[in-house]
């Protein structure tokens, strides 16, 4: 856990290996674009370039790396860090976004909505990504033309597959592999340049701007596929909490950025000189010879990429569901001295069976890349509104100041949000579909469970009564330590009442436990867990967590052992709800279509058990039903 008292500052050594863990875990996904980011663009020019435009479409690709990931996200949006972490979930949390109340309602929606649509991208990541490294042999030989689609496929299934088994022996070759990858697209581009420096005179503005007053709406399309050396820049922002603001910015600045410069500029160039031209201009920067290996190379960069998407989405899913947004699911520690080491197997065969399912629907790279970009956009443009709230109600940002800053942000995001649209026909639908449904999953788990604590509250007995007949000894009390799992802030939870009731008896010692996810990254264990007694036998305890751990339950109420020495938290016996939704009769708060929807999520969510760690001989589930 980390605090702020006991954080010990990094040494030179250790700053220097986080910089190249950053490159091996966040800028995997940025790193791999010139794979296809020009060969979409030569697919929007059709195929044909003058000096005039070539030198136009850089100056686009410098100044979007350079405003958007250099200032944007390296200088602004990762100061808005909730606690160290960051991520789209941590900032809606930061700015109060975080339910549907009035005053938090737009934001909320404009968050949830770019949380969601990351789900879409992390689907057309990987597959996108492998297809455009395999699709490097065609430009040798034809004759594994074929093979190309099921090779992909299969390193798609393997990547999933490895999943189960955590990432924590392989991601230590992370680093040194993309740096290797960095340092070869650096040389592949100053061999390009070395033929035609004329090139670095795109660092102009101009030769931009030009570009898309002469080219109109040739010049819109292509803004779409420039969009793409962007992608994986929300990554900056999510990885922030594990790795720190230091290594990720330095090892853009000094490693990153000018490779993907010198890359850039390497390809243009050999557009310029060719004038015509099919393809992928990446691999044809290669001498012949070289093709097989940079395959080779590419291949492993690009799963390093997926590899970043996938960690990325179990870590949001455990965020969102700690927060609220999501049903409680099975995550596993796949690491047990690495924290963010996470694995989620339904949120990781879903993405297999989606991403797989796309890659052979789509059948090349290039046909995927008008599907790639609308998700990603969007989320940029919510995340520079979510970064304006920021500025104004945690920084205390003037108005003038905060649009001022925002304003810029907000013109380069609509730019390309707006010329991503034109994508829609032809792919960028998928992930915006998607990005829906989870949307809708979201805000109807949430709605849904509003409803059941409310109808909780209606129907709660008075605690006072119960109290009564304690004290009076009406109600026998038996040997052990009883555990009652309550989301009611009430110290006499229903759960108990009802469990008397049909029991007629009740432990020595018992402990009603409310679990609390708070909207910080982590809580401080001295903090973890108190309590306070209600009457004789009995306590009252609170549990909290952030919205970045793993609950541990009987680790937390270690804590409660010096209340009394015979409160057996190990072998007590552990009481939760396991509640059937039904439709309230009348009118119910949740509509005809969401009811059904919510009362499968809440159905299948995971049990107690496995989501606060504790032992199965040890539990008993009450059902009880609920009306909503």
């Given at each position: 856990m980390r605090s702020s008292a006991t954080v010990r500052p990094a040494t030179s050594h250790e700053n220097n290996w986080l910089w190249l863990t950053a490159l091996g875990i966040v800028y995997g996904d940025l790193g791999t674009s010139p794979l296809y980011t020009l060969q979409t663009v030569v697919q929007a020019m059709g195929?044909?370039?003058?000096?005039?435009?070539?030198?136009?479409?850089?100056s686009l690709i410098f100044w979007t790396l350079v405003i958007t990931v250099s200032v944007k996200y390296c200088v602004f949006v990762m100061r808005a860090d909730n606690h160290g972490a960051g991520g789209i979930m941590a900032l809606m949390s930061l700015v109060g976004a975080n339910s549907f109340r009035h005053g938090a309602r737009v934001l909320t929606v404009m968050g949830l909505l770019g949380a969601a649509l990351i789900y879409g991208d992390g689907v057309i990541t990987p597959a996108i990504s492998v297809l455009s490294a395999v699709e490097g042999v065609n430009v040798v030989t034809d004759a594994f033309k074929p093979f190309v689609m099921p090779i992909a496929v299969l390193i798609l299934m393997v990547l999933f597959a490895a999943q189960r088994f955590g990432t924590e022996r392989i991601g230590s070759a992370f680093g040194p592999i993309m740096l290797l990858w960095f340092a070869v697209i650096a040389a592949l581009g100053v061999s390009g340049i070395v033929r035609n420096p004329h090139v670095l005179v795109a660092v102009n503005p101009v030769h931009a701007v030009e570009f898309l007053a002469h080219e109109r709406t040739a010049g819109f399309l292509v803004l779409g596929g420039v969009f793409l050396c962007i992608t994986g820049a929300e990554a900056l922002y999510a990885d922030m909490g594990h790795l720190g603001r230091g290594p990720i910015r330095g090892s853009w600045y000094w490693v990153v950025l000018p490779a993907l410069l010198l890359s850039y500029a390497g390809q243009t160039a050999l557009l310029i000189e060719k004038q015509t031209i099919t393809g992928n201009p990446f691999f044809q920067l290669a001498p012949s010879w070289a093709v097989y290996p940079l395959v080779v190379?590419?291949?492993?960069?690009?799963?390093?990429?997926?590899?970043?998407?996938?960690?990325?989405?179990?870590?949001?899913?455990?965020?969102?569901?700690?927060?609220?947004?999501?049903?409680?699911?099975?995550?596993?520690?796949?690491?047990?001295?690495?924290?963010?080491?996470i694995y989620v197997p339904a949120v990781n065969w879903m993405m297999m069976i989606v991403t797989v399912a796309i890659a052979v629907a789509?059948?090349?790279?290039?046909k995927l890349a008008g599907a790639y970009g609308t998700a990603v956009s969007t989320t940029m443009l919510v995340t520079t509104c979510l970064l304006y709230a920021a500025m104004r109600r945690t920084w205390r940002w003037s108005a003038a100041v905060s649009l001022g800053v925002a304003g810029v942000f907000l013109l380069v995001d609509l730019a390309f949000f707006c010329a991503n649209l034109l994508k829609i026909a032809d792919g960028g639908w998928l992930p915006l579909t998607l990005g829906a449904g989870v949307f809708f999953i979201m805000s109807t788990w949430r709605s849904g469970v509003d409803c059941v604590h409310d109808a909780l509250a209606g129907t709660e007995e008075d605690s006072r009564q119960?109290?009564?007949?304690?004290?009076?000894?009406?109600?026998?009390?038996?040997?052990?330590?009883?555990?009652?799992?309550?989301k009611s802030p009430r110290t006499i939870p229903p759960l108990m009442i009802f469990h008397v009731q049909h029991m007629g008896s009740l432990h020595e010692r018992v402990v009603t436990l409310t679990v609390e996810f708070k909207e910080t990254p982590r809580v401080d264990p001295a903090q973890r867990c108190d309590a306070e007694h209600i009457t004789d036998g009995i306590w009252h305890a609170v549990a909290r967590f952030g919205f970045m751990e793993i609950p541990d339950l009987c680790r937390a109420l270690t804590n409660l052992k010096h209340l009394d020495p015979k409160l057996d938290t190990d072998g007590g016996v552990y009481f939760a709800a396991r509640d059937l939704i039904v439709r309230k009769p009348g009118h119910g708060r949740l509509s005809h279509w969401r009811l059904p929807v919510f009362a499968f999520l809440y159905r299948n969510a995971v049990k107690v058990v496995d989501r606060f760690r504790l032992p199965s001989r040890n539990v008993v589930e009450v059902a009880r039903k609920i009306e909503v």
């Open positions: 195929g044909h370039f003058t000096s005039s435009s070539a030198l136009g479409i850089l190379l590419a291949t492993l960069a690009t799963v390093i990429a997926s590899q970043a998407i996938i960690t990325g989405s179990f870590s949001m899913t455990r965020q969102a569901m700690q927060l609220g947004w999501l049903p409680g699911v099975n995550i596993r520690q796949t690491s047990d001295e690495v924290y963010g080491q789509f059948g090349s790279s290039d119960f109290l009564e007949e304690l004290a009076s000894g009406k109600i026998p009390r038996v040997a052990g330590t009883g555990i009652f799992l309550t």
